[in-house]
Every structure is written in C-alpha cells, then in structure tokens.
T-cell receptor
C-alpha cells in the first residue's frame, strides 16, 4: 500500500521562505504531486515531480529525491493568501496508476 | 475549457435517510472520475473511481455506492446515512493518461448527518 507523512502544521511570517516536507512509502512510484487547499475550498494542483530534482513554478518549487523517498514543497516570498493546507500525493499502484493517495496535509499559517 | 460541477453545495440529513450527490464534467470526454471524502482537518480518502460508463471501482467497503450513467456524470448514493458519513465530499476528474497526476476537483458538498 501507500503511506505519506508530512508535518501537521507550519507557521511562518510574510515574506519568508517555508519548506514543507513529505516522505512516502509506495508499492510502485510514478511521481509526487502537491495540492493546495484553502479553508472550505477544493484542492488545486500545484506541482508534480516524476524525476529527481527541483521544479520551479513562480514562487513555488517542488523537489524530489526518489532514492530517499522524500520530497518537499518550497514557498518563497510568503503572502497572507498562502495560508492554506498543502497535501502531497502519490499515484496509487493498487488502482493501476489511476488514483492518488494523499497525505494528511500540512496547515500553513502565514503571520503578518 | 473544462469545468466540474457538484451539487448540492451543503446538505444536512438525518441518520437513516438516503443520499444522492451529483457531479458533472464539461469540456472533456471519457475522463477518469473520482469521489473522495475529507473529514474535518484531515486528508482525502478515495471512495470510488471510474474509468468509463458503468465501470465503478470501490476502494473502501461502506454503505455508500457510486454510479456513472453517462460519460461525464458521476453519482454518489446511500440508502441509509450513518453519522460517520458526515464530511466534505469531493468529485474530481483526470484525463486517462500516464502523464502527470493532475486531478481537477469540484467545489465539493459539505454533508452533515444528524
């Protein structure tokens, strides 16, 4: 089966940089995804890493190390609107690569 | 562009009552469709997924069922709700390819069972 671990909560100040870590265990690995969810809203896709290294999209970057079964999401120049929950996810090998298993989420609080 | 709709947005139901939640997708054909449930402050639990009309895979045995009567319509049902069915129900779609893992979520239905 699949399991993912990420911190439950992270607090940072506006303008700072924050890193949200994710470690995973999977029966077959096809990539690590990150989603953002604001309170009361639906998750939205942020990034996807299939290969080792860093993927950058504006203020957000995502890193993957397949040998360590580890990834992180890096948020730079934090803004108040970045306060949300962030989920890492891997493809579910049991369902033939067609579904995702999500971590429990990291709640990010950005303070002024 | 693609759009995903869910209704109702909010629902309060008594224990033992039936349930029907609907999800429709516009702007794409033959999507993979998913139902997730999210308890307060928790991650997303996959309930059902479908790769085509009439094809439903259940991930968690429970008193819920799903149907896909049309290509872009996905329905979540229950004959008798339990208190433990309360939660945020999310429908999602994905193009059936091996490339990336982008799932697009609907706005969700917040269900409270009393």
């Amino acid at each position: 089966g699949q399991s993912l671990e990420q911190p439950s909560e992270v607090t940072a100040v506006e303008g700072a940089i924050v890193q949200i870590n994710c470690t995973y265990q999977t029966s077959g690995f096809y990539g690590l995804s990150w989603y953002q969810q604001h309170d009361g809203g639906a998750p939205t896709f942020l990034s996807y890493n299939a290969l080792d290294g860093l993927e950058e999209t504006g203020r957000f970057s995502s890193f993957l190390s397949r040998s360590d079964s580890y990834g992180y999401l890096l948020l730079q120049e934090l803004q108040m609107k970045d306060s949300a929950s962030y989920f890492c996810a891997v493809r579910d090998g049991h369902t033939g690569r067609r579904a995702l298993t999500f971590g429990s989420g990291t709640r990010l609080q950005v303070q002024p | 562009s693609q759009t995903i709709h869910q209704w109702p947005a909010t629902l309060v139901q008594p224990v033992g009552s039936p349930l029907s939640l609907e999800c429709t997708v516009e702007g794409t054909s033959n999507p993979n469709l998913y139902w997730y449930r999210q308890a307060a402050g928790r991650g997303l639990q996959l309930l059902f997924y479908s790769v085509g009309i009439g094809q439903i895979s259940s991930e968690v045995p429970q008193n819920l069922s799903a149907s896909r009567p049309q290509d872009r319509q996905f329905i979540l049902s229950s004959k008798k709700l339990l208190l433990s069915d309360s939660g945020f129900y999310l429908c999602a779609w994905k193009v059936d390819t091996y490339v990336a893992d982008t799932q697009y979520f609907g706005p969700g239905t917040r269900l409270t069972v009393l």
